[in-house]
């Protein structure tokens, strides 16, 4: 079989085009704020951030999780209550809910699998509904209405977040430090075992690697990032709410990733970009924006099912 | 000497024609749910009566620029903030109306009141917004869950429903509500005889109801909302619920509900409106030129009355020389000024931001008993403004002087 047949993400010379491509993207993130609404922005980036976490675990490690919105919305609940019941400085409550995201993934990882395919899916949505009807009831996430005010604070007690501009170039470090992490946990002797049991388990298992263990350590590195884009997300948008926490956040994650191209770096972030887009400047046109998100979901399955990013890959032979 | 006066006085006319403009504009931002399950108690019927405002207003006539703009919020706070903001800005909206969810309303108030902006509050039902989150820019004018647990438990219970059975959704808004009405129902000298939880978005209620008719009590509380109060209606009306005597109490439901439920599944329910349009000429006169132009010739709900109520008077509190940019100074203008209009008549605005109006208690009609499209229900008691909210002495908010 020629290289080129195989996929992309198989080939073991590490490609510098992942690395031109997060270069072209932090680069254009970086003058985005110019020409759009930066606290869109900052929204925006939390989400793509969130979408690289789940891609980490479906694109490299080939588990299918229902269920990241358990770790999104309670790192956001965590942050917000740390922020603002607590009034800890925003830096050590998005770290601290990042943690707590990431023993969550430890617990519903350790869980989770131990099943494989669909049984996979269905524990880890299950385990989101244990959290979502949690959220619900529990006094300190205020039901319903959710933890609203949560202060931004300043960063370090130096850098004032109030400022929208501010507040975005921080998030947008946040998010290249995660994109960055996810990159080099993908290009790591351990991506190249994830991506081994992807494709082929039996195979991973007789070659002596104990894959359950690769699994759960890549279900926590998950689950750890979707907690730090949830956390950060508390912080900008000054609330965390059930929808964070809802199962049509985990299905979200999911299109977004599908639209982008799953298991390619960048991709997740620009299908992330294009699903809050689509919410927000069509949010005028009321119930079409499910409409046209089905729609566009369709024709992905349909016409490109690599996702934007991974048709233009496969296209180039390249990896994005 | 003459030419030069002239060329002044026409350039001082140039540039004071902007500035006159400029003050001269409101905008206004509808913020509703559009496509969820709140759709129908305001969404594009929020947007119609709020140009009914600025048309019966007849402010434009007056050299006002007034424009109307409306977005979804999708029920999420998220989106809801976006909008918000976004509309701040970039100077589409100096006042919002409606919300219509709870959580949506309390972030919205709280960026309202950092840009110094309006929120005219007409669909979200938390008493939290005149009460601890309270704002000098926040008016919450329909109702609230106070309101609505005090109209139904009070009247009822006063009118011999002294015994009651709760079915309550499993979260803080059911078990607010629940608390609230139980409350009224202690006070007025009746007794609550159990409960039961069913959870948010419950399909099958059939235990819940059996319960409640084995329980014998002669009220049953529905503490919930939306899609689940209308399950539960129905599924009691197939139990033959209130046929058999028991009463079936809903403690948060609009009129587009009944109207989606049919006369024949909710009949005998009985429910709080603080505005229903058949009560006087002038809500019916209110509610023809509403229907006129709404969709499928619908009724205003009281949430879409509260959105026209609210606009004609911050218009008018605006008019009256109050400067559209500082919107707390707005707000205090508009408490100072008696409110009057076709939907809710004579009222007035606490220093809490609550408006006071009536509370009715309704009761849906027998399908035989309605002459009319829309004759839903019959007034069973009024609940006089003083009584219908809560006293200011119970209010937690900062704003109120104690």
């Known amino acids: ?320 | 000497m003459k030419h030069i006066l002239q060329a002044g006085a026409a350039l001082a006319l140039i540039l004071a024609v902007p500035a006159l403009a400029q003050e001269k504009t409101i905008r206004i931002g509808v913020l509703t749910d559009m496509s969820g399950p709140y759709a129908d108690v305001g969404g594009a019927g929020s947007t119609l009566a709020a140009e009914l405002a600025v048309e019966d207003s007849g402010i434009k006539a007056r050299g006002w620029t007034v424009s109307v703009v409306s977005a979804d919020h999708q029920n999420k706070v998220d989106v809801a903030s976006n909008v918000t903001r976004e509309w701040f800005d970039q100077g589409k909206a100096d006042v919002i109306v409606d919300t219509l969810n709870s959580g949506v309303a309390l972030a919205v108030s709280q960026i309202v009141k950092e840009k110094n902006k309006v929120l005219l509050n007409s669909g979200a039902a938390s008493s939290d917004l005149t009460g601890k989150s309270c704002s000098p820019n926040t008016i919450a004018w329909t109702y609230d869950t106070f309101s609505q647990a005090n109209g139904t438990g009070r009247a009822l219970t006063k009118a011999g429903g002294d015994s009651w059975y709760f079915i309550t959704a499993d979260y803080a808004f059911g078990k607010a509500l629940e608390r609230d009405t139980t409350a009224v129902v202690t006070a007025n000298g009746g007794k609550v005889l159990g409960d039961t939880m069913a959870p948010l978005n419950n399909a099958d209620f059939s235990s819940q109801l059996l319960q409640a008719q084995a329980s014998k009590a002669k009220v049953i509380g529905l503490a919930n909302a939306g899609a689940d109060s209308v399950n539960s209606i129905k599924q009691a009306a197939e139990f033959g619920i209130t046929q058999s005597g028991q009463k079936l109490a809903a403690l948060l439901i609009f009129i587009s509900d009944v109207h989606a439920l049919g006369l024949k599944a909710a009949q005998g329910l009985e429910f709080t409106e603080t505005y229903y349009w058949d009560v006087n000429d002038q809500t019916r006169a209110f509610a023809d030129r509403f229907s006129k132009r709404s969709k499928n010739a619908a009724k205003p709900t009281m949430v879409q009355a509260g959105v026209y109520s609210s606009l004609r008077h911050y218009l008018k509190a605006v008019e009256a020389g109050a400067p559209v940019a500082d919107g707390a100074g707005v707000v205090a203008r508009m408490k100072s000024l008696p409110t009057d209009d076709q939907a809710f008549g004579k009222g007035s605005i606490r220093e809490d931001g609550r408006k006071i109006h009536p509370a009715y208690l309704l009761q849906v009609k027998k399908p035989e008993e309605s002459k009319y499209p829309w004759d839903y229900a019959r007034i069973v008691a009024t609940i006089p403004a003083e009584e219908a909210f809560r006293p200011l002495s119970q209010s937690e908010c900062p704003l109120v002087k104690k």
């Not at chain 1, 047949?5 to 491509?21: H, N, S, V, Y």
């Open chain 1, 1 to 320: 079989m020629r290289d080129a047949a195989a996929p992309a993400i198989l080939r073991t010379k590490r490609p510098p085009d992942e690395i031109l491509a997060i270069a072209a993207l932090a680069a254009l993130l970086v003058a985005a704020p110019l020409a759009i609404y930066p606290f869109l922005l900052a929204q925006a980036l939390c989400m793509a951030l969130f979408a690289c976490a789940f891609n980490l675990l479906v694109g490299y490690g080939g588990l299918l999780s229902f269920g990241h919105a358990l770790f999104f919305g309670w790192a956001s609940y965590f942050a917000a209550h740390m922020a603002k019941g607590f009034g800890w400085p925003p830096e050590l409550a998005i770290a601290a809910a990042t943690l707590c995201a990431g023993a969550l993934g430890l617990v519903a990882g350790a869980l989770s699998i131990r099943r494989q395919g669909i049984y996979f899916s269905m524990i880890t949505l299950a385990l989101a509904q244990l959290g979502y009807f949690v959220a619900l009831q529990v006094p300190f996430t205020h039901g319903e209405d959710g933890i609203q005010g949560v202060p931004r604070g300043k960063l370090f007690g130096l850098i004032n977040l109030g400022d929208d501009f501010t507040l975005y170039y921080v998030v947008l470090a946040i998010f290249l430090f995660g994109l960055f992490g996810v990159y080099r946990i993908v290009h790591s002797p351990f991506g190249a075992v994830l991506k081994a049991i992807r494709e082929n388990e039996p195979r991973a298992i007789s070659l002596g690697y104990r894959t359950e263990r690769y699994k759960l350590a890549a279900f926590v590195l998950s689950a750890t990032l979707a907690g730090l884009a949830g956390a950060t997300k508390a912080i900008v948008a000054q609330s965390a709410t059930l929808t964070d926490a809802h199962w049509t956040m985990s299905g979200e994650v999911i299109l977004m990733t599908l639209v982008g191209g799953m298991g390619t770096i960048t991709g997740p972030v620009l299908g992330a970009f294009v699903i809050v887009a689509m919410q927000t400047y069509f949010s005028a046109m009321g119930q079409w924006v499910t409409v046209i998100q089905g729609a566009i979901f369709v024709l992905c399955v349909l016409a490109f099912r690599r996702g934007v990013v991974g048709e233009i890959a496969a296209r180039f032979k390249i990896s994005l």
